[in-house]
């Protein structure tokens, strides 16, 4: 196994120093999903739903989260975000919620967990508003989809 890159030498967690790194455009775009039953789309669509404009709200909080991943995920730099954006569609094939995010900055490290935070906190955000009308939903799914810039390059 290679060695970790966030252990020092005496085996503690350590942030990375990328400082000697040279600043490149990146982007990651993540998805995930809601299932949910047929009913709470219905809902949704409706817009009787009691906590709500449910979709724009769980997008605010998608895009709120990524700017804030320094602060919830250990090891994470703070990074100046370009761009933080999250879509929900509804899908009636799921049935529930897809859930997209797209992440750019231009700086020495990648935004691939913050793409992945917006996600999450969407979804969590979906489930909290929802929760009071179904209690057979589901999150997953979860995943990087895309990757730009960096020395790694695209993935």
């Not at 966030?6 to 600043?23: E, F, L």
């Not at 449910?54 to 370009?82: F, W």
């Not at 900055?105 to 179904?134: P, Q, W, Y």
Request: aromatic residues 2%; proline residues 4%; glycine residues 10%.
């Amino acid at each position: 196994m290679s060695r970790l890159s966030h252990v020092g030498d005496d085996g503690r967690a350590r942030m990375v120093d990328v400082s000697g790194k040279i600043p490149t455009d990146r982007k990651a775009n993540a998805a995930g999903f809601l299932r949910c039953a047929a009913e709470t789309l219905d809902q949704v669509r409706a817009g009787t739903t009691p906590k709500g404009s449910v979709i724009q709200t769980a997008e605010l909080a998608g895009v709120m989260a990524a700017k804030r991943t320094a602060d919830l995920i250990p090891l994470c730099h703070p990074l100046p975000l370009t761009k933080a954006a999250v879509t929900i569609e509804m899908d009636d094939d799921l049935p529930g919620f897809r859930v997209a995010s797209e992440v750019r900055t231009h700086g020495v490290t990648g935004v691939e967990m913050e793409a992945l935070t917006a996600v999450s906190v969407a979804c969590l955000t979906l489930f909290d508003m929802l929760k009071a009308i179904d209690r057979t939903m589901t999150i997953g799914g979860i995943e990087v989809t895309a990757k730009t810039g960096g020395k790694s390059g695209s993935w």
